[in-house]
């Protein structure tokens, strides 16, 4: 089922992941466990993972999620395969790293006839329904996103995003801010209540939310970004603003070369004040509620309607939100705000209470809504189904494999981080590696001693980075990952280029960095010149 990749890379990065599932169905083709459970997925965009248990969750209460932890099971070390909403849903809607789908950014992802989970699903006789966003497809985002992603190499420095800021609306009655997810998970409540109620086949249901995902900021003009972080005061003062913690950032000079990318084109480099952070941050809780609320209303209706009595329940997020840890908002990072995702599941025989700490990422939903739904399922998949990990071992009669590592891999090709990136995470330790693995300083941070990423040992600890490297090596050969994405990247740019013609100036200047391009545009166009002549074989060879 992956794509075939081009060259060395793909042979070595392919073997080295060809976690094989090979099980054989039920000899009388009936469901494993008694006519085949129901499954709902409810993915949210950007909330931050370690909201959901302690000591974070102190902030905000989030009743739903709660909720989910007293009746089922949390995992405390679920990350993101690739903290950005495009890439990361395709690894969760494939069970595929991003770098095996070629999934590089918000607009290289799946193609539309991908056969994912769901499509396997509805061969096995499910009914499937979608509601809300999905984004694991190639094409969508912004003719923006997708240009600053190509020219992260070219080296200038440019502000691509509004700054963070933060709005209020309505007033302490005002329960619905974002209208779109409330749309969706309504129409989600009525389908259950109504349709799922009327089914003589089990279903599967995915509702993909895009709160706590800031908001787009009006005066920064059509093709924004989102930095507004949106709430009214109903949810505002469900917030604990006493125990909003103001996040240490590194001064400037001690940054990694790649967080100060990030922190710039980001537009976080100039001055906050610390009522500035602790409003952002309290409101981006507060966002974080809103979107508890939608959860709760999907689990009123599946209770309310007997279905909970054969639904497994699954909620998770395609990556966190800085909420300007690091000098940062959005994701887009290997840090524990960005890459950490919450990822809760209930369901029939799932026994509450119970938190997990194995490190899980999103490749496993896939093997697991197999598993749950008692599917076979002959391929190749990055992942690994949760049910072993759940306590009296949950396991369908189909026997998925259970070699489960202890590690997780996140990888980032996308916009805003000028090298691709790669995240190994297992034990206390966080390895990040950057490019070629010796161009650019990798980092190294203990978790357990330094829980806010602040102090990098990788040159305290050699020995260390030099096995996590080589075990990091051993899955993909990261080098020629990179080395591919540095072509795509610069191939895309120029085919781009040339379909605009006598426009390029123009358009070229208008993009969402226009207000810091259009202060030089010579300059600017020039280092875009020098990175497409860099190299003299086709497409750039440079490194
Ligand atoms: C299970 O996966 C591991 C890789 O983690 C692989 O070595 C092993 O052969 C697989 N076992 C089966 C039965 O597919
Ligand atoms: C936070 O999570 C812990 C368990 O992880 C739980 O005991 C506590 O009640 C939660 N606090 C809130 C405010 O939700
Ligand atoms: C960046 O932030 C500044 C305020 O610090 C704002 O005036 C400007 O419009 C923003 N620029 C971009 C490109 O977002
Ligand atoms: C809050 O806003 C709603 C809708 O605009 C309005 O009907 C209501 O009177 C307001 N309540 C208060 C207490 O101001
Ligand atoms: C990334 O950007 C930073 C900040 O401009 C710069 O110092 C660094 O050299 C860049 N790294 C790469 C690989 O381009
Ligand atoms: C669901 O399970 C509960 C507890 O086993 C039972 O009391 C209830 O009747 C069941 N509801 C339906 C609709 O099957
Ligand atoms: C799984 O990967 C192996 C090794 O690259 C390949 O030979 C095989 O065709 C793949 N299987 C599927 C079903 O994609
Ligand atoms: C350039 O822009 C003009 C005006 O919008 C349009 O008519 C023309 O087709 C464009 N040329 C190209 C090559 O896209």
């Known amino acids: ?47 931050d993972g370690r909201l959901t248990f302690a000591p974070k969750n102190q902030t905000i209460e989030l009743p739903n999620i709660n909720f989910m932890k007293d009746r089922g099971a949390v995992f405390l070390n679920a990350y993101s395969n690739s903290p950005i909403c495009c890439p990361s849903r395709a690894a969760l809607w494939s069970g595929l790293y991003p770098h095996l789908t070629e999934s590089w950014n918000n607009y290289k992802c799946l193609s539309n006839d991908y056969p994912t989970w769901m499509d396997i699903l509805k061969n096995y006789g499910y009914y499937t329904k979608v509601y809300g966003k999905t984004d694991y497809t190639s094409g969508h985002h912004s003719i923006s996103n997708r240009v600053e992603a190509w020219t992260r190499d070219v080296e200038f420095l440019l502000r691509q995003e509004g700054r963070p800021t933060t709005a209020l609306i309505g007033n302490e009655t005002t329960v619905r801010v974002m209208d779109r997810d409330w749309e969706n998970t309504d129409k989600a409540v009525e389908w259950i209540r109504y349709k799922a109620t009327q089914l003589s086949q089990p279903f599967v249901l995915s509702l993909g939310l895009n709160l706590p995902h800031p908001y787009p900021t009006p005066s920064m003009g059509e093709a924004c970004g989102g930095s507004t972080f949106k709430t009214s005061p109903y949810w505002l003062k469900k917030v604990s603003y006493e125990l909003v913690s103001i996040p240490k950032w590194l001064p400037f000079f001690e940054m990694h070369p790649v967080d100060y990318y990030s922190s710039y084109t980001k537009n976080c480099t100039s001055d906050f004040t610390q009522k500035e952070i602790k409003n952002i941050r309290a409101f981006y809780y507060a966002m974080c509620a809103e979107m508890d609320l939608m959860l709760g209303k999907i689990f009123s209706a599946l209770y309310d309607t007997g279905l909970q009595n054969n639904t497994y329940i699954i909620f998770t997020s395609d990556h966190g939100e800085l909420a300007m840890e690091h000098r940062q908002f959005y994701k887009m990072s290997m840090y524990e705000g960005s890459s950490h995702v919450p990822l809760l599941l209930v369901g029939p025989g799932v026994s509450g209470g119970q938190q997990i700490s194995n490190l899980v990422s999103l490749v496993d939903i896939f093997p697991t809504i197999l598993d749950i739904a008692g599917v076979p399922f002959v391929g190749n998949l990055s992942g690994f189904s949760l049910l072993p990990l759940l306590s009296r071992g949950l396991r369908k009669k189909i026997s998925f494999n259970n070699s489960r590592p202890n590690w997780v891999l996140s990888e980032f090709h996308g916009c805003n981080v000028n090298a691709s990136t790669y995240m190994f995470r297992t034990g206390k330790w966080k390895y990040i590696a950057y490019a070629d693995g010796v161009s650019i300083p990798s980092q190294l941070f203990d978790l357990i001693a330094d829980p806010d990423e602040l102090t990098n040992v990788a040159t305290k600890y050699p020995e260390v980075t030099n096995i996590l490297d080589g075990k990091l090596h051993s899955i993909l050969n ?25 426009n390029y100036t123009n358009v070229i200047a208008n993009l969402r960095w226009h207000q810091d391009w259009q202060k030089d545009p010579m300059t600017y166009q020039n280092a875009i010149e020098q990175w497409l002549c860099f190299g003299t074989d086709a497409y750039g060879s440079q490194f």
């Open 1 to 47: 089922m992956a794509k075939s990749l081009n060259g060395q890379t793909a042979t070595a990065v392919t073997v080295a992941l060809a976690l094989c599932f090979s099980v054989a169905p039920q000899a009388d083709g009936r469901w494993p466990h008694g006519g085949g459970a129901n499954v709902v997925l409810v993915t949210c965009d950007s909330l």
């Open 478 to 502: 990261y080098p020629e990952v990179s080395k591919s994405v540095h072509r795509y990247n610069k191939l895309q740019f120029i085919n781009w280029k040339e379909s605009l013609g006598e």
